[in-house]
């Protein structure tokens, strides 16, 4: 099966620090990837969806200047919480999907990231 | 945009009984409905999935079915053991973007 790596799986920062989470897929090429947040018990919530060679799209209510997304190779997105605040505390989960368009394909998702800002 | 409503948010059943969780979606245009699990502090991980030329889907104990016209699907779990409790999200996907639902946490009693 296909396997995404996310890296790292828990981070603490102090409130001010930005913090860069890494999504990769190991053995294929994901021209989209999707970042997730989830609190404690609760669903997962589409932050953004990351096209490779272009800008992220945003879920509405996601500040795109405070999650910054980049997804500069087939293999590689990345997240970058910006000025973290204790708020921004959450678990923050990639996925990844082997077809571009057409129809809809498994997920695959990553470990999960647990962010904690003091 | 799509909207996934889960049905119930917790259940809890005997070991060995059958347990049911209901989806509802919004969006016509939804053609791929997969069903994640999900344990405690791990990602979730697909334990099956329909698309929308299927009316059902077997896996062992897992079954799931899907009513296009009415907009449901459900996910049918049989002979319920221990390791069966978890958090279940349903999703459902027009085209590239996939909506999850609330999640179900089932616990099965032993």
């Known amino acids: 099966g296909a396997v995404v790596s996310q890296h790292p799986s828990r981070v603490i920062c102090k409130s001010g620090t930005s913090v860069k989470i890494e999504c990769r897929s190991l053995?294929?090429?994901?021209?989209?990837m999707f970042w997730y947040r989830q609190f404690p018990k609760k669903s997962l919530m589409l932050m953004a969806t990351s096209n490779e060679g272009s800008k992220a799209t945003y879920e509405q209510g996601v500040e795109k200047d405070k999650f910054l997304i980049n997804h500069a190779s087939l293999t590689l997105s990345t997240l970058t919480v910006t000025s973290a605040h204790p708020e921004d505390s959450s678990f923050y989960i990639c996925?990844?999907?082997?077809?571009?368009?057409?129809?809809?394909?498994?997920?695959?998702f990553g470990e999960g990231s647990r962010l904690t800002v003091l | 945009g799509e909207n996934v409503e889960q049905h119930p948010s917790t259940l809890s059943v005997q070991e060995g009984d059958s347990a049911v969780i209901k989806c509802t979606y919004s969006d016509s245009a939804s053609n791929y409905f997969p069903w994640y699990k999900q344990e405690l502090g791990k990602r979730p991980q697909l334990i099956i999935d329909i698309r929308s030329n299927v009316g059902e889907k077997k896996d062992q104990r897992i079954a799931v079915t899907l009513n296009k016209t009415a907009k449901h699907f459900s996910l049918h779990i049989t002979e319920t053991q221990p390791e069966d409790s978890a958090v279940y999200f349903c999703?459902?996907?027009?085209?590239?973007?996939?909506?999850f639902g609330a999640g179900t946490r089932l616990t099965v009693k032993p």
């Open positions: 996925s990844a999907s082997r077809t571009s368009g057409g129809p809809s394909g498994e997920l695959f």
């Open positions: 053995d294929f090429q994901a021209t989209t």
């Open positions: 999703a459902a996907s027009p085209n590239n973007d996939m909506r």
